[in-house]
């Protein structure tokens, strides 16, 4: 069974902080697809960045970052310079397939006060 | 990119009725489709996978008779609530699969209230 774990139920942050999100899984599964989508308060699903288990490059987009280890079954977030707008909840989710059916992490809420 | 629709973006029904919830792939022939759930302040769980001319494969623990799924075209999947209940109250979330692209696109959700 995949299971996905994000310990981090809030985090408050003021502006300009760093703040990094936690997301550790499990699966028997070689192959598999990680996720991370953001859900601002509208309800609607952002996706954010998808990896795949053959490649453990970490990957940064302006000011988002994330650390891929497999030896510890980590998919970390990181918001660089966060702001008001990234004030969301954020899910760390865990697939067989690109297109397959997700498991969800519990979700880590975002708080980013000015 | 890809869109997904879905209609209602939010209903208000009586306890005892039953509502339709309509997820559309609008460029992208949807062989797969998947309905989550999410309570208040709670993750998504998935419900059911629903595959075009067939029957739905619900998850353990959800009502088949109780959330009716239709796939009937390529581009349309259904989620009927039957005699909802105040505690079907919940966000409902499809994605479909786009199978030539190899990719999943999450719809904006239906917010549904049974009062």
């Known amino acids: ?114 | 990119g890809a869109v997904v629709s879905q209609h209602p973006s939010w209903v208000i029904c009586k306890s005892g009725t039953s509502v339709k919830i309509e997820c559309r792939s609008l460029d992208f022939q949807a062989t797969t489709m998947f309905w989550y759930r999410q309570f208040p302040k709670k993750s998504l769980m998935l419900m059911a996978t629903s595959n075009e001319g067939s029957k739905a494969t619900y998850e353990q623990g959800v009502e088949k008779d109780k959330f009716l799924i239709n796939h009937a075209s390529l581009t349309l999947s259904t989620l009927t609530v039957t005699s909802a209940h105040p505690e079907d109250s919940s966000f409902y979330i499809c994605s479909a699969r786009d199978p030539d692209r190899y990719e999943q696109y999450f719809g904006p959700g239906t917010r549904l209230t049974v009062t």
């Open chain 1, 1 to 114: 069974a995949q299971k996905v774990t994000q310990a981090q139920t809030e985090i408050s942050v003021v502006e300009k902080e760093d703040v990094t999100l936690d997301c550790v899984y499990e699966t028997r599964d070689t192959t598999y697809y990680l996720f991370w989508y953001k859900q601002p308060p509208s309800g609607e699903l952002v996706f954010l960045i998808r990896r795949n288990s053959f490649d453990e490059q970490n990957e940064i987009s302006g000011r988002y970052s994330w650390n891929f280890q497999k030896s510890t079954s980590s998919f970390n977030f990181t918001i660089t310079a966060s702001q008001v707008v990234d004030s969301a909840v954020y899910f760390c989710a865990l697939s067989s397939h690109s297109w397959g059916k997700f498991q969800f992490g519990a979700g880590t809420q975002v708080v980013v006060t000015p």
